[in-house]
C-alpha cells in the first residue's frame, strides 16, 4: 500500500532552545552545535545545503561538504563552472543550512560566497585523495554527459596522463568562503511550537549581533 505522506507525524522532544543558553556569538553557537553532532556519530554532520540563485532569478540547491569554518566564514570546495560556481559568480548571495534530524535541529546561514586565494586552495586539493583528485579533472561537472562511458574514459586517460606525478589542481577548481551575516538556530519542540533563535548584525552588542526569537 502506498505511504499516507499526509499522516507522517514526529514529536520533537529532546532538547529547547532559550536566549540566556545560548553563545552570543552565532559562531561559536554553531561551532557547540556542530561538536554534538560530530559527538552524537551522526552521518556526514559537516553536509550542507547550499542555496543560490542563478542569473534569471531562479533558485537551486544541492548538498555540499563543509571542509572548515572560524571567524572568516563558511570554506566549501567546488567546481567554478558548475552550476552553482556560475550563480555565485553572478549574485555572490548564498544560503546555508545545515540539518541534523537526529538532534531534531537545523541551522540556517546566510552570507556572501568569494574564491578563496589559489594557495588555500592548492593546499587543500593537495590533500585529497589521489581519485578524487582525477575527478576534478575528469568531471566537466554540470555539463550534459552523453554516457557514463565517456567520463570513466576521460577518468582513465587521466590517470595514465598523471601515472608518475602529482596531480595538480585544475584551475577551474578550488574553494569558496561564506561571510555571514545572518544565523538562525532552530530547535524541535512538542506541537510545531519550535524554537528559533536569530542573531543579527549589531554593532552595539560586544559580540557585534543582536538575538531575536523568531515566531515558529
Given at each position: 500500500m502506498p505511504i499516507?505522506?499526509?499522516?507522517?507525524?514526529?514529536?520533537?522532544?529532546?532538547?529547547?532552545?532559550?536566549?540566556?543558553d545560548v553563545k552570543a556569538s552565532p559562531l561559536e553557537q554553531f561551532q557547540d552545535w556542530l561538536q554534538q553532532a560530530l559527538a552524537a556519530e551522526l552521518p556526514e554532520p559537516h553536509a550542507m545545503t547550499l542555496a543560490t540563485v542563478s542569473p534569471e532569478g531562479l533558485p537551486s540547491a544541492r548538498t555540499v561538504l563543509l571542509r572548515s569554518?572560524?571567524?572568516?566564514?563558511?570554506?566549501?570546495?567546488?567546481?567554478?563552472?558548475?552550476?552553482k560556481g556560475r550563480d555565485i559568480a553572478h549574485q555572490p548571495g548564498v544560503c546555508l543550512l545545515f540539518y541534523w534530524p537526529e538532534l531534531e535541529r537545523q541551522v540556517r546561514i546566510e552570507g556572501?560566497?568569494?574564491?578563496?586565494?589559489?594557495?588555500?586552495?592548492?593546499?587543500?586539493?593537495?590533500?585529497?585523495?589521489?581519485?578524487?583528485?582525477?575527478?576534478?579533472?575528469?568531471?566537466?561537472?554540470?555539463?550534459?554527459?552523453?554516457?557514463?562511458?565517456?567520463?570513466?574514459?576521460?577518468?582513465?586517460?587521466?590517470?595514465?596522463?598523471?601515472?608518475?606525478?602529482?596531480?595538480?589542481?585544475?584551475?577551474h577548481w578550488g574553494g569558496y568562503c561564506v561571510k555571514p551575516?545572518?544565523?538562525?538556530?532552530?530547535?524541535?519542540?512538542?506541537?510545531?511550537?519550535?524554537?528559533?533563535?536569530?542573531?543579527l548584525p549589531d554593532p552595539l552588542q560586544p559580540q557585534g549581533w543582536k538575538i531575536q526569537r523568531l515566531a515558529p
Open positions: 499516507a505522506i499526509e499522516s507522517l507525524r514526529q514529536e520533537y522532544r529532546q532538547a529547547v532552545l532559550n536566549e540566556a569554518v572560524d571567524s572568516a566564514g563558511f570554506v566549501f570546495y567546488t567546481n567554478y563552472q558548475s552550476r556572501f560566497a568569494s574564491q578563496l586565494p589559489a594557495a588555500v586552495s592548492d593546499a587543500y586539493f593537495a590533500s585529497r585523495p589521489r581519485g578524487s583528485q582525477i575527478g576534478a579533472h575528469a568531471s566537466p561537472q554540470s555539463e550534459v554527459l552523453p554516457d557514463r562511458a565517456s567520463l570513466e574514459a576521460r577518468e582513465q586517460a587521466l590517470i595514465a596522463r598523471f601515472a608518475d606525478q602529482n596531480v595538480p589542481r585544475p584551475e551575516h545572518y544565523f538562525e538556530f532552530w530547535q524541535g519542540r512538542p506541537s510545531r511550537l519550535h524554537d528559533r533563535l536569530a542573531y
